[in-house]
């Protein structure tokens, strides 16, 4: 196996794994979510892959498919595929996540 840790981007995300089969496209990494920020900033997130995430620290609330949800420390969830969803830190520390994005072909 393979790791790469690309380093963070502006709204520190870090990419540590990705990879490209002919069945399925795998990226594995970890963000943090400072309190009172919003992601995205504004409107709703669209992506092609399955989001599966684990929340490390901390909590965040949000809307998926038009559903409400609230997750803290040591729950994970699972956004299919086109779904559009956004998440705000509602919480007063920073929230740590571990997720991976799944694409099957």
Not at 53 to 72: L, M, Q, R
Request: hydrophobic content about 30%; glycine content about 10%.
């Amino acid at each position: 196996m393979e790791v790469k840790e690309r380093g963070f981007d502006k709204k520190g995300l870090l990419t540590l794994f990705e990879e490209k089969t002919d069945n399925i496209d795998v990226k594995f990494g970890t963000v943090t979510i400072s309190p009172g920020e919003r992601v995205p900033k504004e409107g709703l997130s669209l992506h092609e892959e399955n989001e599966y995430s684990v929340i490390v620290k901390g909590k965040i609330e949000g809307e998926s498919g038009g559903e409400p949800f609230t997750v803290s420390e040591s729950s994970s969830t699972l956004i299919p595929a086109g779904e559009q969803h956004w998440a705000k830190n509602s919480g007063e520390e920073p929230c740590e996540i571990v997720w991976a994005l799944v694409k099957e072909k």
